[in-house]
């Protein structure tokens, strides 16, 4: 069984940052991807960024240049660095890792940003 557990959500300005992590436990090693996703009220949950344990990186087009993920492979955790803040990333994100052929998520956080 895999648990994850996301931190650092919150109300943030227009411009501001912040810094989302989330630590896997339990029966894994190395996930071969871990990411983030996020949904808004009304709308369908999408990708944010995911990386690879090899440290390859994919981000939404909205968000390049913005954000940064990143992953502590030896502690399971995965990381999202998100600058320069706008009110369309109010949503609630998601922790997402692959392993063993099955998708666990984490039970979310929320984010605001308020202009």
């Known amino acids: 069984q895999v648990q994850l557990v996301e931190s650092g959500g919150g109300l943030v300005q227009a411009g501001g940052s912040l810094r989302l992590s989330c630590a896997a436990s339990?029966?894994?090693?190395?996930?071969?991807?871990m990411g983030w996703y996020r949904q808004a009220p009304g709308k369908q949950r999408e990708l944010v960024a995911v990386i690879t344990s090899g440290g390859v990186t994919t981000y939404a087009d909205s968000v390049k240049g913005r954000f940064t993920i990143s992953r502590d492979t030896v502690a399971n955790t995965v990381y999202l660095q998100m600058n320069s803040l706008k009110p369309e990333d109010t949503a609630v994100y998601y922790c997402?890792?692959?392993?063993?052929?099955?998708?666990?998520w984490g039970r979310g956080t929320q984010v605001t940003v308020s202009s």
């Open positions: 997402n890792v692959e392993w063993g052929l099955v998708d666990y």
């Open positions: 339990g029966s894994i090693f190395r996930p071969r991807l």
